[in-house]
């Protein structure tokens, strides 16, 4: 009897420890958003790089899941600064949304963004957005044109280990265009 006692006190601390940890877990991932990775670049027309710009991001979870997952929004903004010799004036400001789930089904819920200018007009406008695999490869892609300096787009059914979402523009009176590429990763 006293064996079976033993046994039995074994597995219930084993399975405390196990909701424990599980716990922490689920608390440690509900502290600490996802960084999802950003590059902004300004392209000439043949698309070489020009200028690399810092990229600021803020994460924020907007929905936390009991099993574990998440809806995700991550704004990224780059402003001109006197560092960058080619925003003229022009802040950009993109959001992915996203449901974060394990494995590869997490799913793009929205993409949106502007350009913001007082004094330059901005055109050729250009937003691509999709998903990607676990090895960052595009899987599934949309291209729109907006009309105007601001965007939102609710996709539905588009699935993947990630996200990217990769705005292009041109500013009147200069020759080269502003690109903002930003995406999710599996290991964000």
């Known amino acids: 009897m006293r064996k079976k006692n033993i046994i039995v006190s074994?597995?219930?601390?084993?399975?405390?420890?196990v909701i424990l940890s599980t716990v922490a877990f689920a608390c440690n991932s509900v502290n600490t958003p996802p960084t999802p990775t950003a590059s902004a670049e300004i392209l000439d027309e043949s698309g070489n790089i020009l200028e690399v710009i810092d990229v600021k991001t803020n994460t924020e979870v907007i929905r936390q899941y009991r099993?574990?997952?998440?809806i995700y929004a991550t704004t990224y903004t780059i402003k001109p600064?006197?560092?960058?010799a080619?925003?003229?004036?022009?802040?950009?400001?993109q959001t992915i949304t996203w449901s974060d789930n394990f494995g590869p089904d997490n799913g793009l819920v929205t993409v949106s963004g502007n350009w913001a200018t007082t004094t330059e007009s901005i055109y050729d406008r250009r937003v691509g957005y999709g998903a990607v695999d676990v090895d960052g490869n595009v899987i599934d892609s949309f291209t729109k044109y907006p009309s105007d300096n601001s965007f939102s787009y609710s996709p539905t059914g588009v699935t993947g280990y990630g996200f990217y979402l990769n705005t292009y523009a041109k500013i009147s009176g200069y020759d080269?265009?502003?690109?903002?590429?930003?995406?999710?990763?599996?290991?964000?």
């Open 176 to 188: 080269d265009p502003i690109t903002l590429y930003v995406k999710t990763s599996v290991l964000d």
């Open 10 to 17: 074994a597995i219930l601390v084993c399975l405390i420890v």
């Open 67 to 70: 099993s574990g997952g998440a």
């Open 81 to 84: 600064s006197s560092d960058s």
């Open 86 to 93: 080619y925003l003229h004036g022009v802040t950009i400001t």
